[in-house]
């Protein structure tokens, strides 16, 4: 068979389409913000500006629309990883309440002195400085809220009757209830945003004042070495004695 030499083959480049060229779409700013605000987990306000705008920017973004989902997405697992540290962090220090004592010096409820509150006078929502000790005080200093303090009442519950429960016998009841009050009561928000260590504690009675029947047990926020201004009370919080 007779073979024909080839002729070459010209390339030819496609003719444009009509119209203008297609838009090219930036990446979306809500995106990167919410990298940017995730990568920041460490500091707890910058968590929820994430989860925001990352949820934003997922609508925005994807095929079709402006480049970035990645970048939004990953905002989101980053800002979700920090909720996480977070929540376990809190749940350390504030899920072990430490024990504290706060009782008249007799078995009568002598009224304390002016300006203090002790295991019978103290009030859900009072605010009022702890005295620097690990154990039995007869009084703490009440404070108006607005002005500096270490110690807030945010409910208090009635301990179940039984022997006089030194020690740490009651640290496990305490612990059931003040979780519940402090979910109820406290405006987490707003603690968090006081950027300093907060412990769920608890005030109850010493033994005198106990084996005369007092019961009432008061759940603290506490904040060691630091100070707060302002009450971390929820809007409507439950005050009522006892708690819930």
């Not at 990352?54 to 095929?63: R, S």
């Not at 979700?80 to 004592?101: H, I, K, S």
């Not at 405006?187 to 084996?211: F, I, N, Q």
Request: with cysteine.
């Amino acid at each position: 068979m007779n073979e024909h030499p080839g002729l070459p083959m010209a390339s030819v480049a496609p003719a444009p389409p009509y119209g203008p060229p297609p838009q090219q779409h930036k990446t979306s700013g809500l995106a990167i913000a919410a990298l940017v605000l995730g990568l920041a987990g460490c500091l707890p306000l910058a968590v929820l500006p994430a989860i925001i705008l990352g949820i934003i920017a997922i609508t925005q973004t994807g095929q079709g629309k402006r480049p970035g989902r990645g970048l939004a997405i990953g905002g989101l697992v980053a800002a979700g990883v920090w909720t996480v540290g977070w929540v376990a962090l809190l749940g350390n220090t504030m899920g072990n309440p430490d024990n504290y004592t706060a009782s008249p010096p007799g078995a009568s409820c002598a009224a304390p002195p002016s300006g203090h509150a002790n295991a019978c006078t103290l009030k859900p929502g009072d605010c009022f400085r702890q005295p620097a000790v690990t154990g039995t005080f007869t009084s703490v200093e009440l404070t108006l809220c607005g002005d500096t303090h270490d110690t807030q009442a945010i409910g208090t519950f009635i301990a179940a009757d039984g022997p006089w429960p030194g020690g740490g016998e009651l640290k496990a009841e305490a612990s059931a209830h003040c979780q519940r009050i402090m979910a109820k009561n406290v405006d987490r928000p707003r603690l968090d945003a006081a950027g300093v260590r907060a412990d769920l504690s608890y005030l109850k009675p010493e033994r005198e004042a106990w084996e005369n029947g007092v019961r009432t047990v008061f759940c603290t926020i506490h904040t060691p070495g630091a100070e707060l201004i302002g009450s971390v009370l929820a809007p409507g919080a439950d005050l009522a004695v006892p708690t819930g």
